[in-house]
């Protein structure tokens, strides 16, 4: 079945670097991926659409500065988290569905990369 | 934002028994789904029922949907250790991304042996 691989699976990072996080579809192309963030023992909120090949949509209240996106091909997206802080640390989660499919198909998500800042 | 609201938010029962769990929203949807996130992991798509759907049936579990009340509710038969997992609905609005899904808050199951 389709699978989606987040890379690394766990990173931690001192304050002030910047961090990227692979998405991956591995064996289907996805032109739109979506992000997730996800505190401990809270639920996932929705930070930005990746669409491939030009700008990602980001949800209100999440920095388009902070969190740099880029889905440069069918196959795979980015999230970098930049100039990180303390309570950047947190679970973060992609998210895609298989091109040209219609409504109501599965989602499939990576397992998730746990970010802790130092 | 949130619209999903799951109740309970923590339930605890023994294997064997039936575990059920609720979830309301708050616009006109398109689908609704559920997830299972064991602790620290991703999420595993579960079930999805369409607007136009009622029930469904997936093995074990069972899933209804009143889009006039906008809530659903997840039914476990027959709970076993390994389902102990939080537990999340997810909605995609009408009009919206397939892919953009809206999750309620979850309820953290625990099946004790």
């Known amino acids: 079945g389709a699978v989606v691989s987040q890379h690394p699976s766990r990173v931690i990072c001192k304050s002030g670097t910047s961090v990227k996080i692979e998405c991956r579809s591995l064996?289907?192309?996805?032109?739109?991926m979506f992000w997730y963030r996800q505190f401990p023992k809270q639920s996932l909120m929705l930070m930005a659409t990746?669409?491939?090949?030009?700008?990602?949509?980001?949800e209100q209240g999440v920095e388009k500065d902070k969190f740099l996106i880029n889905h440069a091909s069918l196959t795979l997206s980015t999230l970098t988290v930049t100039s990180a802080h303390p309570e950047d640390s947190s679970f973060y989660i992609c998210?895609?569905?298989?091109?040209?499919?219609?409504?109501?198909?599965?989602?499939?998500f990576g397992e998730g990369s746990w970010l802790t800042v130092v | 934002s949130q619209q999903g609201e799951e109740d309970p938010q923590a339930l605890s029962i023994q294997e064997g028994e039936n575990a059920t769990m609720n979830c309301s929203y708050k616009?006109?949807?398109?689908?609704l789904q559920w997830y299972r996130q064991n602790s620290g992991r991703g999420l595993v798509h579960l079930i999805l029922?369409?607007?136009?759907?009622r029930e469904k049936h997936s093995g074990r579990l069972r899933v209804t949907l009143d889009t006039s009340k906008k809530s659903s509710s997840l039914l476990i038969t027959a709970s076993r250790a390994a389902d102990t997992a939080s537990y999340f609905c997810?909605?995609?609005?009408?009009?919206?991304?397939?892919?953009?899904?809206?999750f309620g808050k979850g309820t953290k199951l625990s099946v004790k042996p």
């Open positions: 998210s895609a569905t298989p091109q040209g499919l219609p409504s109501g198909n599965t989602i499939y």
């Open positions: 029922i369409r607007s136009n759907e």
């Open positions: 990746s669409n491939e090949g030009s700008k990602a949509t980001y």
């Open positions: 064996d289907f192309q996805a032109t739109t």
């Open positions: 616009t006109s949807i398109n689908n």
């Open positions: 997810a909605t995609v609005h009408s009009g919206g991304s397939q892919g953009n899904l809206i």
